[in-house]
């Protein structure tokens, strides 16, 4: 039985929400790492899920694909990389604190803060932006469906109007690869 018509809606659905994708938005995001580069400071990155899977592989972009071979490199930290140190805050404090108590060992009022969350409700995300807000550090929030919390308190938000958690985070991963590229071909 062929699956065709399910893989043509997807599709069709997907270039819809890419086509109302807000460049601007975009922009910014590119903007804020390019600035976080030339200055040397440190990005943050972190998601839960596919999200976190989307923060690793920018991690990965940034740190190899932008960095290699360059005398300016990024320095760019995800945080749901360390398992260990998650497991041992779920464990022993709460789930919601496992990207907050990392930053509160590492955060500098001149780093960046990039949350993802496909619903921009996640709780461990909010509390990591509200402490990086705290502490003064640039905050940034890819989100999906209305935006959520994380949409209303990052100061830079990147909204994907998608209400289906795999097309956010499809267009959450195309926005790291558009900066990416366009890191690249001005480095």
Request: charged fraction near 20%; charge should be negative.
């Amino acid at each position: 039985m062929p699956y065709h018509a399910t893989a043509d809606s997807y599709r069709d659905e997907l270039l819809r929400v890419l086509e109302r994708l807000d460049l601007e938005e975009v922009d910014r995001f590119i903007g804020v790492l390019e600035r976080a580069l030339a200055a040397g400071s440190t990005v943050f990155v972190f998601g839960n899920g596919g999200s976190g899977a989307t923060a690793s592989h920018i991690a990965c972009d940034m740190n190899k694909g932008v960095s290699y071979g360059k005398a300016r490199r990024f320095k760019v930290i995800c945080l749901n990389d360390n398992v260990p140190t998650m497991m041992a805050y779920a464990n022993d404090v709460t789930y919601d604190d496992v990207f907050v108590e990392p930053l509160r060992n590492f955060l500098s009022p001149s780093d960046v803060v990039i949350g993802i969350s496909g619903s921009g409700n996640s709780e461990n995300v909010i509390r990591a932006i509200d402490y990086a807000n705290e502490v003064g550090a640039l905050t940034v929030g890819l989100s999906g469906y209305s935006g959520g919390k994380l949409k209303q308190k990052a100061k830079i938000s990147v909204h994907v109007a998608a209400n289906d958690m795999q097309m956010a985070e499809d267009v959450h991963l195309v926005v790291g690869h558009m900066a990416m590229q366009a890191l690249c071909a001005r480095s």
